[in-house]
């Protein structure tokens, strides 16, 4: 089945504890991205990548970092997470030059 | 960056009811997109439009291309119970990353 997922779904933890969400897509997709989502603001794009090792900063990359070194993952790393990172976070990916992105099933971040 | 407007922020409808949302944006875009998404679960594309003036149907839901290029409406006919969830247009730009999202609107769909 062709699909986007995400690890893990949940996760509370606490300021300044490294965590990384990892995402992974299996239909070759060279595009791929994160976004969070948060009330009243839809989604905002964290960070993209174009393809392996070819990763740019999106709207909001303030306090995140992602590394591209395979064509199918792209990990979300907080090196030290802050409660203004509480969010619904989401990755998707889609083929260069197509429309539609596939999103993952979202990974819900609580930072105390 | 361009920031997308999209109203109503929430609608209580009775099952049966026709609905109507739209995104209005201060920029052009050259492509609007329409996605759901369901409690729990991440968004889903529903129509895609490429064209100013288009106009397209999928099932029970008509979204059109505003001839400005800067609106966007999404229709959904005869609403029913599993059409509750979270409505959000998305407009692409000339650049191939350039994609905003509407804040959202919530549609709760009354038996």
């Known amino acids: 089945e062709a699909q986007v997922t995400q690890n893990p779904r949940y996760l509370i933890t606490v300021t300044g504890k490294k965590l990384t969400v990892t995402c992974s897509q299996n239909?070759?997709?060279?595009?791929m991205s994160w976004y969070r989502q948060d009330p009243g603001l839809g989604l905002r794009q964290i960070y993209y990548?174009?393809?392996?090792?070819?990763?740019d900063k999106g709207d909001v990359p303030e306090g995140y970092k992602v590394s591209r070194k395979e064509k199918r993952n792209f990990p979300l790393i907080l090196e030290s997470p802050s409660p203004n990172q509480t969010s619904l976070y989401f990755c998707?990916?889609?083929?260069?030059?197509?429309?539609?992105?596939?999103f993952g099933p979202g990974t819900r971040l609580t930072v105390l | 960056g361009q920031q997308l407007n999209q109203s109503p922020q929430s609608m209580f409808i009775q099952e049966g009811e026709d609905v109507s949302m739209n995104c209005t944006s201060s920029?052009?875009?050259?492509?609007w997109l329409w996605y759901k998404q369901d409690p729990g679960e991440g968004p889903v594309l529903l129509i895609a439009?490429?064209?100013?003036?288009e106009l397209t149907s999928n099932g029970r839901l008509t979204a059109q291309f505003g001839i400005t290029r800067k609106d966007s409406f999404l229709n959904i006919s005869a609403s029913i119970p599993s059409d509750v969830g979270i409505y959000f247009c998305?407009?692409?730009?000339?650049?191939?990353?350039?994609?905003?999202f509407g804040a959202g609107t919530r549609l709760t769909v009354k038996p």
């Open positions: 998707a990916s889609r083929t260069i030059g197509s429309t539609e992105q596939f």
């Open positions: 239909m070759n997709h060279e595009y």
């Open positions: 990548s174009m393809n392996v090792e070819v990763t």
């Open positions: 920029s052009i875009f050259n492509t």
């Open positions: 439009l490429y064209k100013a003036g």
């Open positions: 998305a407009g692409r730009g000339y650049n191939n990353n350039d994609m905003r």
